[in-house]
């Protein structure tokens, strides 16, 4: 089991940057592929990117490919979510979580994460 704290959400304006991190607990980090989903008041939680075990495989959802770098430092037990050129329709609770996938996943369905971190807001103003 692991489970997971998530930091750096904020409030930043439209044009700007933000990362976002993710520590696990545990020592089976490593094991776990990863991913950051988001949700915005009154809309289902969806897909933003997603990393697999080893950092060498990566997924991002269209809506923010370009823009958005997820990466991982397994030392550290840590996901990052590096997000660039932000925008309004970006605002969101943003979640990380962990999958016990196979080597080369990048999961992109929420039911295929067991274990979820509780969330940090981020609010971009126009």
């Known amino acids: 089991q692991v489970q997971l704290v998530e930091s750096g959400g904020k409030l930043v304006q439209a044009g700007g940057s933000l990362r976002l991190s993710c520590v696990a607990s545990?020592?089976?980090?490593?094991?776990?592929?990863m991913g950051w989903f988001r949700q915005a008041p009154g809309t289902e939680r969806e897909f933003a990117a997603a990393?697999?075990?080893?950092?060498?495989?990566?997924s991002y959802a269209n809506s923010v490919k370009g823009r958005f770098t997820i990466s991982r430092d397994n030392a550290k037990n840590t996901v990052y979510l590096q997000m660039n050129s932000l925008k309004p329709e970006d605002t969101a609770v943003y979640y990380c979580?962990?999958?016990?996938?196979?080597?080369?996943?990048?999961?992109?369905?929420?039911?295929?994460?067991?274990?979820w971190g509780q969330g940090t807001q981020v609010t971009v103003s126009s």
């Open positions: 979580a962990a999958s016990p996938s196979g080597p080369l996943s990048t999961a992109q369905l929420a039911h295929e994460y067991p274990y």
């Open positions: 545990g020592r089976t980090f490593s094991t776990y592929g």
């Open positions: 990393i697999n075990r080893n950092g060498g495989i990566t």
